[in-house]
């Protein structure tokens, strides 16, 4: 495994990481999860990646649960806030009461004193930053958040952040959390340099596009059964015969380099030297096994330059 640096921080994490979404405390039981995280914590992956709203809570439990079994200093541990948590009008959003409760209760399913990374997990237009960063100051300097961090935020609303913060000397963010893949890459245009010039590093999101850039889709109406693309109608509508026929084309040159299209769409997000983590998700152990060779992987110019073919033909 290889590592890096979060952001313009001193915190080293690993170049693949593990999420929930979607998956623990979902479609996935506790044991294959617990075994895939183990599979993770065993290949060098020390970032390990969570949501309150994911699955209301469950997914926090399953991964606090399953992380249990390393030592608490042995990886980074990262959490959200803002999504419904509850019916009420404070449930959800970036106040103080909610971000402080959310904070708590998410150190209890987890089953930890500190959270490494807290973010945002959206904008919230209807609370002023001001009040946010001061809530979230105040759990860092309790030492229950270590870094803060926000979740496809845009370059103006990450300006500002820094601007109040900078002002009323508040704790800064260090990192965002974006989508980013072969088939979704909105954030090179400005999010990347802005990170680049401002020291926010990317932990990137759906690196494999839901599962198609693994090349596990042969064809838009021949979806597995079992996969995330057959569970959400969003996922679905973007396999299409387009795409597929790219990941195709893909797999080739993938195949040249000893790589399966999965690991190569990995490498190709690793290129940018402003992504701190490329964050995965997996339901068996063995996926993750596969992604983690990834890491490391340097692509030269004339591959890269192949793959932009491919993708812009």
Request: aromatic content about 8%; proline content about 3%; overall charge neutral.
């Amino acid at each position: 495994m290889e590592y890096r640096k979060l952001g313009k921080t001193g915190l080293k994490v690993s170049e693949i990481s593990l999420g929930s979404w979607l998956t623990y405390g979902g479609y996935v039981d506790q044991d294959p999860a617990a075994k895939s995280i183990a599979a993770a914590y065993e290949a060098g992956v020390n970032f390990f990646d969570t949501a309150n709203v994911y699955e209301r809570g469950a997914a926090e439990r399953v991964m606090g649960q399953a992380l249990k079994a390393y030592p608490r200093e042995s990886y980074v541990l990262a959490t959200k806030v803002y999504g419904e948590m509850g019916d009420g009008p404070n449930d959800r959003g970036l106040s103080r009461k909610h971000v402080t409760e959310q904070a708590h209760a998410s150190l209890k399913r987890l089953g930890t004193d500190y959270i490494d990374l807290y973010y945002c997990h959206r904008h919230d237009p209807s609370t002023p930053v001001e009040e946010t960063l001061r809530a979230l100051d105040d759990l860092v300097r309790q030492g229950k958040v270590l870094y803060v961090g926000v979740s496809e935020w845009t370059a103006a609303q990450m300006q500002e952040a820094l601007a109040v913060a900078d002002r009323y000397l508040l704790d800064r963010i260090v990192v965002n959390q974006p989508i980013y893949n072969m088939f979704n890459r909105y954030i090179e245009k400005e999010i990347i340099p802005f990170g680049e010039r401002n020291g926010i590093g990317q932990v990137v999101y759906s690196p494999l596009a839901q599962g198609l850039l693994t090349g596990k889709y042969a064809s838009a109406d021949a979806i597995p059964e079992h996969s995330r693309a057959a569970k959400k109608d969003g996922m679905r509508k973007g396999v299409t015969a387009e795409k597929i026929a790219k990941v195709q084309q893909l797999a080739g040159i993938a195949q040249e380099l000893d790589l399966t299209v999965g690991q190569l769409a990995l490498a190709w997000i690793l290129r940018q030297t402003n992504v701190s983590s490329a964050l995965v998700g997996a339901s068996r152990p063995q996926q993750v096994e596969e992604n983690v060779k990834a890491a490391g992987v340097k692509l030269a110019a004339d591959v890269v330059q192949r793959i932009e073919d491919v993708l812009q033909g």
